[in-house]
């Protein structure tokens, strides 16, 4: 039986899966190819690249007309700035994959060459030899390119380069670099010439960098169906826009929700019983709570300074002046931001909405397990209370914010954190927190959604949502509590929510606590809604 794949390469034969040819411009590839150009593929990690490019080997080869030759370079990221052992390790590489891949022996000791020519122009030596043995032109499909590091990604680009005048009898017809970022956006540390060395300066060759895009929406439901053929379960109504809602077509986000779904679940397992939006949900919560090594992966790019400078403005709601380029570029070819027409800048997807802010403030929910019971807060109905549940963060934003928000990596960004990490020790019992954010927008919408009666929003009869909006002090306090009724109204409407909440931060230095700490009520256009100050 096969299954939604989230390791690895996808293999049909195993997995349901896209066709990988139809994902790539096939057309253009070929041409380029045609044409003796290098050229760069280059996406988010997990989106399907190793797949494309193995699918692509098998094409070029059965096609004829060229060898093609696929080689996985990040064993040689161990290497670091090791230019001799890095070199050394590609080498292995190749000759492994050649022996594997081709059948054959490649007849010349890698390790005198390697001696004889030295670790700067071993690499072009040995790819001319193999090109020259070889009795068609050769295209080399080189992945995970950016996983080497400092002068070893250096030497290798260089080397590449070198050669490139001698193609296609003495050396490949065509390079394909494949990796997480074009290779103009390197931005390389040389120990041997104490500078950066930009990846456009060290690859002046490229033709040309080809994005693999998402799934799109259709995609998705192709994928699905795949399940509902080979087992006869099907997808409830509405659970695909569901998932696009969740994901925007992140290729592995799409599998895991698909796989924890229908072959973790318990529920899900039993293939007479559809695949419901809640399902969906639960699957989610499973993937963010135990950490799968795609969130470990996201988790470890939110520590670096680049992607810090443009999630904490979007975070914060701030416009993009206060934006690098370059490093929103690298953000975007990270895969956790998306160039929206309307919005601008964005947090990718609804799930990486979710993950990040609970990332960022990982270590503060787990101190406050030990502070806060989520029980302290629910009414005998069931319901939580949730002006109890705000007044409770006011004394606890008091007393523990300013320590706190020195520990944050995330400073700027830290009331709005330090809210959204007090409400998830809470609804971890049960509930979940549905979050927005947006350039330019100077607030961040939060819905809190939670099962009354039962710890499961699966098996609750009547879910109750409240709406918190935050927003930071900037304007005139009575200015700020008018724009954010508004808001906060609007956003009630939208998710038919009966409970709204408006908090108001206030930065201001050398204000006292007293006069940032209040509380009061306002009707706005029909609904009641809680004004907080902080």
């Known amino acids: 039986m096969r299954f939604f794949n989230t390791a690895g390469p996808v293999k049909c034969e195993d997995h349901y899966c896209l066709p990988p040819l ?36 098998e094409y070029l080869n059965k ?48 390790g005198f060459i390697l001696e004889k020519r030295g670790p700067d122009d071993a690499l072009r030596e040995f790819l001319c030899l193999l090109t020259e043995k070889s009795n068609k032109p050769v295209v080399l499909l080189l992945d995970e390119i950016d996983s080497l ?18 193609r296609p009898e003495g050396f490949p017809q065509s390079i394909i670099l494949c990796g997480v970022r074009d290779v103009r956006d390197y931005r390389i540390h040389s120990s041997k010439e104490k500078t950066i060395i930009t990846g456009g300066r060290a690859f002046n060759i490229k033709a040309k960098s080809l994005h693999l895009g998402d799934f799109n929406k259709k995609e998705i439901e192709i994928l699905y169906s795949q399940h509902t053929e080979e087992t006869g379960q099907r997808f409830e109504d509405g659970v695909i826009d569901y998932v696009w809602e969740l994901t925007e077509g992140q290729p592995w986000l799409v599998n895991a929700l698909g796989y924890v779904a229908c072959f ?20 989610k919560e499973k993937i963010i709570i135990e950490r799968y090594t795609h969130i470990d992966q996201l988790a470890d790019k939110l520590k670096e300074d680049r992607v810090k400078s443009v999630i904490e403005v979007i975070l914060k709601g701030e416009g993009i002046r206060n934006i690098k380029e370059d490093d929103l570029q690298y953000v975007i070819d990270l895969g956790l931001v998306k160039r929206d027409k309307e919005e601008g800048p964005r947090i990718s997807n609804g799930i990486y909405r979710e993950i990040i802010p609970r990332e960022i ?9 030990g502070q806060i019971k989520p029980l302290w807060y629910v009414n005998p109905d069931g319901s939580l209370d949730i002006v109890r549940l705000m007044r409770a963060f006011q004394d606890f934003f008091r007393e523990h914010s300013e320590s706190w928000l020195e520990r944050f990596q995330y400073k700027e960004a830290g009331p709005q954190l330090l809210m959204q990490a007090f409400l998830q020790r809470i609804v971890n019992s049960g509930g979940r927190i549905e979050r927005e954010y947006g350039l330019g927008r100077k607030r961040t919408d939060l819905l809190l959604i939670w099962p009354i009666g039962t710890s499961s929003l ?3 009869k009547k879910v109750q949502k409240v709406v918190i909006e935050l927003k930071v002090l900037y304007k005139s306090l009575d200015k700020t509590i008018e724009e954010g009724l508004s808001q906060t109204y609007e956003y009630m409407d939208r998710c038919g929510a009966e ?23 306002e009707k706005y256009r029909g609904k009641e809604i809680w004004i907080w100050g902080m």
């Open 22 to 57: 139809e994902r790539l411009d096939l057309e253009e590839v070929l041409m380029l190819i045609d044409q003796k150009k290098y050229f760069i593929l280059h996406a988010p990690r997990q989106t399907g690249k190793t797949t494309c490019l193995l699918a692509l080997q």
């Open 63 to 110: 096609e004829g007309k060229y060898r093609a030759l696929y080689v996985n370079l990040e064993g040689a990221q161990a290497a670091r700035e090791d230019v001799y052992l890095g070199i050394k390790t590609i080498l292995s590489i190749i000759e492994s994959r050649i022996r594997r891949y081709w059948k054959e022996d490649f007849g010349e000791d890698f």
């Open 149 to 166: 590091v400092g002068d070893t990604l250096i030497s290798v680009l260089r080397q590449l380069r070198a050669g490139y005048t001698d």
């Open 264 to 283: 973790e679940l318990k529920e899900g397992r039993d293939r007479s019983k559809p695949i419901t939006k809640d399902f969906i949900t639960e699957a």
């Open 361 to 369: 403030t990982y270590m503060l929910q787990t101190e406050l397990e």
């Open 458 to 460: 699966l098996k609750a």
């Open 499 to 521: 409970e709204g909440h408006l908090v108001i931060f206030d930065k201001t230095k050398g204000k006292s606590w007293d006069e940032k700490i209040f509380e009061k009520r």
